[in-house]
């Protein structure tokens, strides 16, 4: 049973989709350790950092890059990020601006014409302001990575039996770790060749006024908080991919009468996981 729940542990470890309501006490824990280590390692809040669900190497194209940035993240989602889901940021955006008030005042620099035209210029591309070059050239110019994790977990049982125990110890080492930023595509950015062919689509003034028009007077018929508020479609937005090259993490495991060990190489880069922001936070940081 031991080397059963080890092996699922060690799955959920090289970042395969494990659902944590599949997992006992022990893994859950060993898991979410695993999160808290990379989030100190990266210096974020361990709310900042999910990891990533899903295939976790790196698309071919840049609008596969765009689509894991566009995902909004949902409160259920817990300490996993997941890229593939309906909700996103480009669909609340097309929210706002259709549903703004045309009448409301907008300087000429956040003109919500103009910005209604660019999202429809845009086509259903949504382009964020750095590329899948901008990327592999980041990771290849960053930083390696070292860290231990040496824990041990305790499951109480409650039945009057000793307690189940395991000493969970992983040694991680990357060649290259790289937080990768980016934001949505807009006028303001620099028309970089590799961006030319794409339509800036989105004005962050809306975004903003939006967010701090709470009495509605910006937004009608869609209420504020549907969109805005505790449950609404827009709770965290990613901004940058926590990527790594040259992964290899020993993960060596034991209870009282057994141990095991094993090796998780990566032949290639992959999405560790995912730093996110709240509506302020972002708009104070796409700047």
């Known amino acids: 049973m031991f080397k059963k729940c080890l092996l699922i542990l060690l799955v959920t470890l090289c970042l395969v989709q494990v659902a944590l309501a599949q997992l006992n006490n022990l893994e859950q824990g060993a898991v979410e350790c695993w999160h808290a280590a990379l989030a100190k390692q990266l210096h974020v809040a361990d709310s900042q950092f999910l990891l990533y669900q899903g295939t976790a190497t790196l698309g071919n194209s840049s609008v596969w890059l765009w689509n894991i940035f566009n995902a909004v993240i949902m409160d259920e989602d817990g300490i996993y990020y997941n890229p593939v889901q309906l909700n996103s940021l480009s669909g609340n955006y097309n929210w706002l601006i259709y ?6 005042t907008l300087t000429p620099s956040c003109n919500l014409e103009k910005a209604i035209e ?31 994790i040496d824990t041990t977990f305790v499951e109480n049982v409650n039945t009057g039996k000793v307690p189940l125990m395991m000493h969970l110890i ?17 006028p303001s950015d620099a028309p970089v060749w590799q961006l030319q062919q794409y339509t800036p689509w989105y004005m962050q003034c809306i ?63 992959i999405i560790l996981g995912v730093l996110v922001a709240t509506v302020p936070e972002y708009i104070l940081q796409d700047q």
């Open 99 to 104: 549903d703004a008030l045309t009448t409301d």
């Open 118 to 148: 660019n999202f429809q210029d845009a086509r259903g591309i949504f382009a964020w302001n750095k590329t899948l070059d901008d990327l592999q050239a980041g990771l290849n110019g960053s930083p390696p990575l070292q860290f231990a």
């Open 170 to 186: 992983i040694q991680a080492s990357f060649t290259h770790v790289l937080k990768f930023v980016s934001y949505p595509y807009s």
């Open 207 to 269: 975004l903003k006024k939006a967010y701090y028009n709470v009495d509605n007077s910006f937004l009608s018929p869609i209420d504020w908080n549907s969109i805005f508020g505790p449950d609404g479609s827009l709770h965290e937005m990613c901004y940058a991919l926590v990527v790594v090259d040259g992964e290899n993490i020993k993960v060596t495991a034991s209870d009282s009468n057994t141990t095991y060990s094993t090796t998780i190489t990566s032949p290639q880069p």
